[in-house]
């Protein structure tokens, strides 16, 4: 299936997206998208000191030449996250019935998908750089009150992704944006440790969009490191069924499980390396690879050999539970998060023992299909060095003992079931995350 098949095939699963365009030079479109859609309507460019020139000033021309009436609006700052000041921002500029066009990369675009839902509105994007998945998809994740979230809102109703800007952007973007689309695989295969276990069946729409095709979208790394327009237009392509992928799902989690956990937390720790910020792609780049490594060690156990009936017996209750999330988050910047979370994720003595004899009666036939999913840490680590993504912890700055400590918060940090959830029901959690950091492990501690 070519290219053009796939993304005619998303659109009939997308929920709010109507238009994809993605090739040289097609920002030229943006006019006649944008009347089709917003007859009469004004339109507000948004963009920032780095996109204004990259694109912006070229779309603002465009609009004027086509006779719609624009202005703009330019993020002046050098650095920024998407946060809720933002948010205020961006809601001011968007008061009196002007339409965003957002003009920019994820961040500029989640503050004009979630402004343009306050304002009850649909709107247009194109994307500077293919760092992201969150173009198209349903959700903003917004820093708010200390702590990372995705708001429910929809995806923009047309994309318009010119390759030749895309192609363009700074490498390490690029590489952001390999990282982010492989993230996928262990996300993937832990919605399929949560489906098995019966908290969050797979849903096919949503799976088959990207699943099914994002071997062949992640098989030309040097590619997107050189910034060839092939492979960075395949990259784009999956980044944006992956993000059509959650409007089917309406939900991230096909797009995200414990890969970005790590991500979230050091976003909400104000996590910097030299001075910087760092990019959303390259954190998920270590979450990610530690996911793989976690794989790796799940798949050296026979869980055929569950004692079911023993983990049921030393299953905590609700109360334990959430005692232990206290005291696991007292520090952290959102210290209920993992009550939060646990009070709601938590299941009860007989649940767990459906559980665990599922896992415990399919693990041969299981493990073949997570096989088939998940990637080696090995083979995900030369797929990184190749498309210039990080490979260790020490390339974002931080060391292997902070990344092994922020375990027990990526386990309680969402509602939703994840394999360390599965570990901790099969009381196999300590075999399963020690090895990683032991001598011969993945991130062994030095
Ligand atoms: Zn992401």
Redesign the pocket.
């Known amino acids: 299936m070519d290219s053009k098949q796939r993304i005619a095939n998303a659109l009939k699963v997308a929920t709010d997206t109507k238009v994809f365009e993605m090739g040289p030079g097609v920002s030229s479109m943006a006019p006649d998208v944008f009347k089709t859609f917003f007859p009469g309507k004004t339109a507000k460019i948004i963009a920032d000191i780095n996109t204004w020139p990259a694109l912006g000033e070229k779309v603002y021309g465009l609009f004027v030449e086509a006779g719609i009436p624009t202005e703009k609006f330019i993020i002046m700052e050098k650095e920024f996250h998407a946060e809720w000041e933002y948010i205020e921002m961006v809601d001011k500029e968007l008061d009196g019935g002007y339409i965003a066009v957002s003009v920019g990369s994820?961040v500029i675009n989640d503050l004009c998908k979630l402004c343009s839902h306050h304002h009850g509105q649909q709107y247009l994007t194109l994307p500077t750089a293919a760092s992201?998945?969150?173009y198209s998809s349903f959700g903003a994740?917004i820093s708010y009150q200390n702590s990372k979230q995705t708001f429910s809102c929809p995806a923009p109703v047309a994309i318009i992704a010119d390759i030749d800007v895309i192609a363009a952007a700074p490498k390490e973007m690029t590489a952001a944006g390999y990282a982010?689309l492989a993230?996928k695989v262990p996300a993937g295969a832990e919605w399929m440790v949560a489906d098995l276990m019966g908290t969050a069946p797979i849903k096919p729409d949503a799976w088959h969009v990207l699943q099914d095709y994002l071997d062949d979208l992640l098989a030309n790394p040097t590619g997107v490191a050189v910034g060839d327009p092939d492979a960075v237009a395949d990259l784009f392509e999956g980044l944006t069924l992956?993000g059509i992928a959650m409007q089917a799902a309406q939900s991230?989690r096909p797009?995200?499980c414990c890969?970005?956990l790590f991500?979230h937390i050091l976003d909400m720790t104000h996590h910097r390396f030299n001075g910087k910020l760092q990019s959303?792609?390259f954190q998920?780049a270590i979450g990610t690879l530690t996911m793989c490594a976690v794989f790796d060690e799940l798949f050296k156990m026979d869980l055929t050999k569950l004692d079911v009936e023993a983990c049921v017996k030393a299953w905590p209750d609700l109360e334990e539970e959430q005692e232990r999330a206290l005291l696991i988050f007292k520090d952290f910047p959102a210290p209920k998060l993992g009550y939060e979370c646990i009070t709601k994720k938590y299941n009860d003595a007989p649940t767990v023992r459906e559980q665990l004899t599922k896992v415990r009666d399919t693990w041969p036939e299981f493990k073949k299909k997570l096989q088939g999913q998940v990637y080696s840490f090995a083979k995900m680590r030369n797929l990184f060095k190749a498309a210039g993504a990080p490979y260790d912890p020490s390339m974002i700055g931080v060391t292997r003992q902070q990344l092994k400590d922020m375990f027990p918060i990526v386990q309680l940090m969402r509602h939703r079931i994840n394999v360390l959830d599965l570990a901790k029901r099969g009381m196999f959690y300590e075999d399963l995350v020690e090895p990683v950091f032991a001598p011969g492990g993945a991130w062994e501690i030095l």
């Open positions: 994820g992201v998945d969150g994740s982010d993230a992956s991230s797009a995200s890969d970005h991500s959303h792609g998920v």
